[in-house]
T-cell receptor
Framework: DTAVSQTPKYLVTQMGNDKSIKCEQN?????MYWYKQDSKKFLKIMFS???????INETVPNRFSPKSPDKAHLNLHINSLELGDSAVYFC?????????????FGPGTRLTVT | AQKVTQAQTEISVVEKEDVTLDCVYE???????LFWYKQPPSGELVFLIR??????QNEISGRYSWNFQKSTSSFNFTITASQVVDSAVYFC?????????????FGTGTRLQVTL
């Protein structure tokens, strides 16, 4: 019954590798997001998709590439991982991308780059 | 640009005390939305409340209450009779209404520690 799910929950990898994080929501929402939470707990939006269309890209390095195969899924692929990419990545979804509706977050994926 | 300030980095209280978490925001828009989220030690982000800029009524939900004051651009959160389970990081967030795309801007969070 998980509303927003992410896999994997933990990801440990070496610098230079490529990795993906998957996100799925079963709330019927049309907008999905990726956020990054750094070691100081600061949360910042990375991407937003509405009906599979990219609507927000917050000056994220192009090593990060989101992909939305359908409204219920938003995956994040990261190429050539760097130490600074270590963080917790949260997926979220909402009904509508206009800001009027609350966003529901997944459990987060803790990425550690060594 | 929109901004959310949570000046209290960390608050420690003893169980049953009341505690207020402050949130001050900046925005140029007349239509916007404010949110509070809770992040317990387990790490997930839990939605608590949403308030739009036209609704200045205070809200109470059990031991939780929220005070929205447009005149001071504040949206404060009070926990009455705090409990150990309230220990978490609390985030205030602001979303501007853009019609098609919005950005949820978070404050830096306030860590609340409730002890016995």
């Amino acid at each position: 019954d998980t509303a927003v799910s992410q896999t994997p929950k933990y990801l440990v990898t070496q610098m230079g590798n490529d990795k993906s994080i998957k996100c799925e929501q079963n709330l019927g929402h049309d907008t999905m997001y990726w956020y990054k939470q750094d070691s100081k707990k600061f949360l910042k939006i990375m991407f937003s998709y509405n009906n599979k269309e990219l609507i927000i890209n917050e000056t994220v390095p192009n090593r990060f590439s989101p992909k939305s195969p359908d409204k219920a899924h938003l995956n994040l692929h990261i190429n050539s991982l760097e130490l600074g990419d270590s963080a917790v990545y949260f997926c979220a979804s909402s009904q509508g991308g206009g800001g009027a509706h609350e966003q529901y977050f997944g459990p987060g994926t803790r990425l550690t780059v060594t | 640009a929109q901004k959310v300030t949570q000046a209290q980095t960390e608050i420690s209280v003893v169980e049953k005390e009341d505690v207020t978490l402050d949130c001050v925001y900046e925005t140029r828009d007349t239509t916007y939305y404010l949110f509070w989220y809770k992040q317990p030690p387990s790490g997930e982000l839990v939605f608590l409340i949403r308030r739009n800029s036209f609704d200045e009524q205070n809200e109470i939900s059990g031991r939780y209450s929220w005070n929205f004051q447009k005149s001071t651009s504040s949206f404060n959160f009070t926990i009455t009779a705090s409990q150990v389970v309230d220990s978490a990081v609390y985030f205030c967030a602001l979303s501007e209404f853009t019609g098609t795309a919005s950005k949820l801007t978070f404050g830096t969070g306030t860590r609340l520690q409730v002890t016995l």
